[in-house]
């Protein structure tokens, strides 16, 4: 098991900013890529950016110039930085490891966190 805890969720207003952290722990080795993904009231869960310990990343074009992922091997961490945000951000907000490349379908990742609320207020 790989568990993964997310933080740094919260209520901001529309344009502000917000960064999201997500510590992995236990057997981290069996993760290659980390991705975030966010599901809104009544909507399917959605994938937002990803990230390769390697460097690698993909973003949604929804997020693109506005979201940056980073990571921190040595914490075994990666961070949503996110810009200038819009109420139609408002999610759950959700950290997720898989084996292998970045894939944008939720079901490919094996492990989940437990999702950290963001409420952008207009």
């Known amino acids: 098991q790989v568990p993964l805890v997310e933080s740094g969720g919260g209520l901001v207003q529309a344009g502000d900013s917000l960064r999201l952290s997500c510590a992995a722990s236990?057997?981290?080795?069996?993760?290659?890529?980390m991705g975030w993904f966010r599901q809104a009231p009544g909507k399917v869960r959605e994938f937002v950016v990803g990230?390769?310990?390697?460097?690698?990343?993909y973003y949604a074009d929804s997020v693109k110039g506005r979201f940056t992922i980073s990571k921190d091997n040595t914490k075994n961490t990666v961070y949503l930085q996110m810009n200038s945000l819009k109420p139609e951000a408002t999610a759950v907000y959700y950290c997720?490891?898989?084996?292998?490349?970045?894939?944008?379908?939720?079901?490919?990742?094996?492990?989940w966190g437990q999702g950290t609320q963001v409420t952008v207020s207009s």
């Open positions: 990230i390769t310990w390697s460097g690698g990343w």
């Open positions: 997720a490891g898989r084996r292998g490349g970045i894939y944008t379908t939720p079901n490919e990742y094996n492990y």
């Open positions: 236990g057997r981290t080795l069996s993760i290659d890529t």
